[in-house]
């Protein structure tokens, strides 16, 4: 038997009666795990295995297959389905997290996916950060969690810390000031100014209470959500089928009116 708290990220059907779920761990990998009696009314399985649902699991392990046993509710993102978009972005957010984070992870390897997705949820369900924000906020520092964050010091050919307007290289994961230009390796090179460059920076190095709190203008923001967007479907090779959808059903409101934060970068 083992216990963990955990976080389902999505349920297959399977058979008549059961499920499958993943399971975000506590220790930062999935766990695909199996439900047994989850279609039935009664089942308590139906509520604490449901999409969103951050609980303790008990499991076991039989004829390799991991099966649950118990589980005892401690949140469950019920709100994120009173809004499409909301919930949308939350599946983008599941599905990146399944695509990229391994089964297991090695002993001493530090990682905090588990803390990144429930502090986006919280923010993505009370509605108190603009989803605008919340998506390029998880999508870089997802990527800096799993070892793959951007090299956001200097120019990387004249070492300049914060030029007024630079390139972003998706494929090379660094920027150039705009007198140096952009290597051959670049294909399509991201115009950027210095805060959009302030508020990358803010993403992959601030701890996890400063995380969330700043501000952007809309015109930055765009800047930062494509470089965001384009640098993780490069470095992943993915393009989740919940971003197209969340793509679809917010392109006429893709920039609403922004609510003042903490911080202005």
Do not use: W
């Not at 949308?88 to 992870?105: G, K, N, Q, T």
């Not at 051959?184 to 803010?202: F, G």
């Not at 959500?225 to 989740?240: D, K, M, T």
């Amino acid at each position: 038997m083992e216990t963990y708290k955990g976080l389902v990220l999505a349920e297959r059907n399977a058979g008549d009666r059961g499920k499958f779920i993943d399971i975000l761990t506590e220790n930062n990998t999935v766990q695909e795990v199996y439900v047994r009696g989850a279609k039935k009314a009664s089942s308590a399985a139906t509520s604490l295995t449901q999409l969103f649902s951050y609980a303790v699991f008990s499991i076991q392990q039989r004829n390799g297959r991991v099966y649950l046993d118990s589980a005892e509710p401690i949140r469950i993102f019920y709100r994120l389905r009173e809004s499409l978009s909301r919930l949308s972005l939350a599946m983008y957010f599941s599905e990146l997290i399944r695509l990229s984070v391994r089964e297991f992870r090695p002993a001493g390897e530090t990682c905090e996916v588990m803390r990144l997705m429930l502090n986006t949820l919280h923010y993505l369900e009370n509605g108190s950060r603009e989803e605008g924000l919340l998506k390029p906020i998880f999508e870089l520092r997802l990527m800096t969690e799993l070892g793959m964050m951007p090299d956001l010091l200097m120019c990387r050919t004249c070492g300049e810390f914060l030029p007024k307007r630079l390139y972003f290289s998706v494929e090379e994961g660094c920027f150039s000031c705009q007198e140096c230009g952009v290597s051959y390796r670049t294909q399509s090179p991201i115009l950027l100014r210095a805060p959009a460059l302030q508020a990358m920076r803010h993403i992959v190095f601030a701890d996890f209470q400063r995380l969330f709190h700043f501000h952007l203008g809309a015109e930055n923001l765009a800047s930062v959500q494509l470089c965001a967007e384009r640098f993780v479907q490069y470095h992943l090779g993915v393009c989740p089928e919940a971003l197209t959808f969340y793509h679809k059903i917010t392109a006429p409101v893709l920039h609403s009116e922004e609510e003042p934060h903490e911080q202005e970068l």
